[in-house]
């Protein structure tokens, strides 16, 4: 009979297997992809730079090994992912610690939350590529099984594309179940496609020794240099394992990708080598040509499901990353639908999956290949990768302070490594590399705007709405006292100090308040979640008796804010107020910005936030307010 603890273990074990299979559906599918178009696009990259030659195969492959174990294996895996953000990870989990920790200069603390910014901006671009060049790298299988219906490539991948941001909305709940799964049978089955290679021709294996790479930059650096700008789609997907560490915990991913992912990969890379040793014309597409011929239409068909779980992934990380963004304040509200109502970190924003949309057709269409979409698909990676490890290391010495020689070695290995993939990368610029820097510049400046022009505009309201406790004080003085009509006003405003405007407004215009008064602000903070017990934090202003109350409300980043279940929280533990569905009202203060002659922002900046600001979300949808008891009392800033 099994003792308590032995049963324990064992629902441990297996609980921590179920986590690792489906880290697996969701971490891994980027990554895991890459096999179908790194090597083919390596050797067909700058009119055949790298050689089909068995020097220059044992060169690349070696490199490839030795790329997915330095930055995967050791950087993200065992490093950087240990810099979690109360269990969340991503590089908005790394701005937030560098937000919070303490640096000499100010100036440096802007420029790294700045080239953190930058990391995100290239996270999109990321995002719009991945989806692209998956699909459409898989249903190009199609060519090798079937190389009469070749024109039908372009059509039938918008046609998954469109399919897959179409069942967005639905969320990934119902699906996510079969994730697992499925990419633990692709794994599988690319682990034995190269296995098989391998067995008949296991000279390829001494191609893992560093030595060849090594040999490799020395017999031609500059072929061997640009080479990395391709080498770096092997490492695709990086982010993912630490954007994605808040959904299954380090160990779990760890776990799936040294026993499983890391060996897979590693053995059909070898295959695929020893494949284009052997006969050098399956340059043009050694994935598809590993296979044998009865198996290539069934693996078209695997390969599309595997790809369209890669994007899935990608797609639901951008939904992530933005609404942490939206509330650490790098973007305007937009309408956010959680999907599931048990997973809180399942979110569907219907404006980015469309935009996410329209731009992955652009590229599929525009680029046309797998291949030349390889060239676009670097930057994206190596930027957002080197902004990880830069912010990881100020973190490490900063934060953690770690002595400054530990913190040398890891810049002098890993950076190094890194700034080399990303100055290989920007010479393919001129060749699609154009896009997601241009896509990175933008968004950056939406970030960097709205961040900026939401200070000044934050300064102004500070000004115009006064001081709550002053108010608060002047009311009581007042002789005769304003009435008091029946119900509960609920005020939202961003600050504890301040007077809502919508209160100033409210009484200046009727003359009147309501008997019971709340003012609630919300406290977004560093941490993804906020426990209940930490969440509400209840002041009456110094007037036991007078009906006005102010209620701070703490949320996580990660956490949707529902306030009308907040207030009736509030309410359950002693909060003055009705939290009836007929019992209160909710007023907000909306503010007009107009533009005009102030130092501070250039003006097409200033343009820029106020079409941002018009364009965001309402704060009743923002908020889950009911729209029958929600008043809006408008006012006007100056910007």
Same mark, same amino acid.
């Not at 990395?228 to 799936?256: C, K, N």
């Not at 399956?282 to 078209?300: K, Q």
């Not at 046309?368 to 930027?383: D, E, M, N, P, Q």
């Not at 509030?570 to 007023?587: H, Q, T, W």
């Given at each position: ?17 179920? %986590? ?8 891994? *599918? ?12 390596l ?46 990870g991503g ?15 100010t ?17 999109? *671009? ?14 190009? *299988? ?43 049978f ?26 060849? *790479? ?57 295959? =695929? ?16 040509l ?30 992530s ?13 937009? =309408?956010?639908?959680?999907?599931s109502?048990?997973?809180?970190? =399942? ?31 670097g930057?994206?990676v ?23 020689w ?9 950076f ?39 200070r ?22 007042a002789?005769?006292?304003p ?17 809502? %405007? ?15 008064i ?27 008796d007078?009906g ?14 529902k ?7 509030a ?10 569905e ?9 503010v ?37 008891r ?10």
């Amino acid at each position: 009979m099994a003792t308590p603890s032995l049963a324990r273990d064992a629902r441990r074990r297996l609980g921590m297997a179920a %986590l690792a299979l489906g880290a697996l559906g969701v971490v891994f *599918g980027d990554i895991g992809t890459s096999p179908l178009y790194s090597l083919q696009t390596l050797f067909s990259a700058d009119h055949g730079a790298v050689k089909p030659t068995e020097a220059d195969v044992f060169g690349v492959i070696s490199l490839v090994f030795w790329s997915i174990t330095l930055i995967v294996s050791v950087e993200f895996v065992l490093f950087i992912m240990r810099a979690d953000n109360d269990g969340e990870g991503g590089i908005l989990a790394l701005i937030a610690k560098i937000e919070g920790t303490r640096l000499d200069s100010t100036k440096v603390k802007f420029g790294l939350i700045a080239i953190g910014m930058f990391g995100v901006a290239l996270f999109y *671009g990321d995002g719009m590529i991945t989806p692209a060049i998956s699909v459409l790298s898989a249903v190009e *299988g199609v060519k090798v099984a079937v190389p009469s219906v070749h024109a039908m490539v372009i059509p039938v991948t918008i046609a998954v594309l469109v399919a897959l941001f179409a069942v967005q909305r639905f969320g990934t709940q119902r699906i996510g179940r079969v994730f697992g799964p499925v990419m633990l049978f692709w794994f599988a089955v690319i682990a034995v496609a190269g296995l098989a290679r391998v067995v008949a021709h296991p000279e390829i294996v001494k191609a893992l020794l560093p030595s060849y *790479g090594i040999e490799f930059f020395g017999r031609h650096f500059g072929v061997a240099f640009i080479s990395l700008g391709a080498v770096v789609l092997t490492i695709t997907g990086a982010e993912a394992l630490y954007a994605d560490m808040g959904h299954f915990g380090r160990p779990p991913i760890s776990r799936a990708w040294f026993f499983v992912v890391f060996p897979a990969l590693t053995l059909n890379y070898m295959g =695929q080598g020893s494949l284009i040793v052997g006969d050098p014309s399956a340059i043009s597409n050694p994935f598809f040509l590993l296979i044998p011929h009865w198996g290539r239409v069934p693996m078209v068909v695997l390969a599309t499901v595997a790809t369209v779980i890669a994007s899935q992934a990608v797609i639901s990380g951008a939904f992530s990353v933005t609404k942490q963004a939206i509330q650490l304040g790098f973007l305007p509200r937009l =309408q956010i639908r959680h999907t599931s109502a048990s997973e809180i970190g =399942q979110v569907y924003l219907p404006a980015v999956n469309w935009f996410l949309l329209i731009a992955v057709v652009a590229l599929v269409v525009g680029f046309g290949s797998s291949t030349k979409l390889g060239s676009a698909y670097g930057i994206a990676v190596t930027g957002t990768i080197t902004a990880d490890t830069l912010l990881f290391l100020v973190i490490a010495r900063a934060l953690w302070r770690k002595p400054r020689w530990q913190v040398a070695i890891f810049a002098a290995v890993f950076f190094t490594v890194d700034l080399a993939f990303l100055g290989a990368n920007l010479t393919k610029t001129a060749h699609g590399g154009w896009f997601p820097l241009s896509v990175g510049v933008v968004l950056f400046a939406i970030l960097s705007t709205w961040r900026r022009g939401s200070r000044e505009i934050r300064e102004s309201r500070i000004e115009a709405e006064g001081s709550l406790q002053g108010f608060v004080d002047d009311l009581h003085a007042a002789d005769p006292q304003p009435p008091r009509v029946p119900g509960t006003a609920v005020y939202l405003n961003a600050r504890r100090e301040t007077t809502p %405007l919508a209160l100033r407004a409210s009484l200046e215009h009727t003359h009147a308040l309501h008997e019971s008064i709340v003012i609630i602000s919300i406290e977004t903070t560093r941490t993804p979640y906020v426990s209940d017990e930490d969440h509400l934090v209840v002041d009456d202003l110094g007037y036991e008796d007078d009906g006005i109350s102010h209620l701070t409300v703490k949320v996580g980043f990660q956490e949707a804010i529902k306030v009308p279940r907040l207030f009736a929280l509030a309410c359950a533990r002693g909060l003055e107020g009705d939290a009836n569905e007929e019992g209160a009202v909710y007023i907000l203060s909306h503010v007009t910005i107009r533009p005009a002659d102030t130092p501070g922002m250039a003006r097409w900046r200033k343009r820029l936030y106020i079409a941002l600001a018009r364009n965001a979300a309402s704060p009743a949808d923002y908020f889950h307010l009911p729209a029958d008891r929600t008043v809006t009392i408008g006012s006007a800033i100056d910007l």
